[in-house]
């Protein structure tokens, strides 16, 4: 806008573009109560149909529900099982991940390229290390 209308004063360019802003807008019930609204600014009129359609949105999809309490015992017992089955999951995978520090990931099966012996690799070596010191 500033630049398609550098000559108008900013009062003006900004009443354009509150224009184009709803004419732009696809909803046709949006648009017309967003128009209705008359903004002067296009930031009053973007909040103003937002709220709209928020309100409109929600109305249609809470129509139909109504908050219900009920206390039974099969809730109860699911709460119970689920409290359960996430205590034994949560134990299960601490002791997993306990497991996985202790125990080394190495395949007894390698080979170590300096020494020729299994059960370590050559960065491990002792064979290395020894030589190095002498």
């Given at each position: ?24 807008i ?21 909040a ?38 996430f ?48």
């Open positions: 806008m500033s630049l398609a209308y550098a000559e108008c004063p900013l009062d003006v360019r900004e009443r354009l573009a509150v224009q184009y802003f709803v004419d732009a696809r909803d046709e019930d949006t648009q017309h109560s967003t128009r209705l609204m008359d903004a002067k600014d296009l930031k009053s009129s973007l103003y149909s937002m709220k709209y359609e928020t309100a409109r949105t929600v109305s249609k999809t809470s129509r139909h529900v109504r908050s219900m309490e009920t206390e039974d015992h099969r809730s109860r017992e699911r709460d119970d099982k689920f409290e359960f089955f205590n034994r999951l949560e134990k299960l995978l601490n002791s997993s991940v306990a497991g996985k520090k202790n125990t080394p990931r190495r395949n007894p099966n390698v080979t170590c390229w300096k020494c020729n012996k299994k059960g370590h690799v050559q960065r491990e070596c002792q064979a290395i290390t020894s030589n190095q010191e002498n």
